[in-house]
């Protein structure tokens, strides 16, 4: 008797401005068919606004920001990928950037530079590896629990990352724990800028 795959989903964007916001519609129209809980969709979609803002604002091919009057300045295309695995929502995106992410601490006045923190701490589990075969660039992923974080046994949360291979550095552990109030003070300095 084989069991059912589980549900997975993939979209194309544009790498435009209104990438992010279809992007999060997009996510909530899929996780609710699935039957996922709202407050861990709100989470997912958190998640995919801030990876999706990263593939749409920074550096393409490794080179540095185009001109808005360069011939360069043209859309490309970002992939992120939905996906249950195991007790998890797993979010990857795929964008032609092969910088790694880099998890930075950021005060109140910064006006950028917030996103792979609140990724890190929203998610359960977070890291990056190489884009494969013939694609340049990078798959950033993060995994939000299907069920509350304090009913996941030590040994599921010690799970195997995804992608190609593991290799030093690449998986980024969530932190122990996020003070709720701090990650308010940081969006809220987010927003008022």
Known sequence: MSQAPHPRNRLMLADTPNAVGLARLHTADVLSRWGVRSDTIE???????????NAVRHPKDGGE??????????AQTFEFTLEIVGDAVRVSVWDRDTKPPVLKEVDAEATGGRGIFIVAAMSRRWGHYPARGSLPGKVVWAEAALIPVDRVDEDERS???????????????RAARVDPDMIGRVLVGAWSV
């Open 43 to 53: 989470t997912v979609q958190l998640l995919v606004s801030e990876l999706a803002t």
């Open 65 to 74: 920001e185009p001109s808005p009057f360069s011939a360069r300045d043209r």
């Open 159 to 173: 799970t195997r990352s995804p992608g190609p291979s593991r290799t030093a550095g690449t998986e980024r552990p």
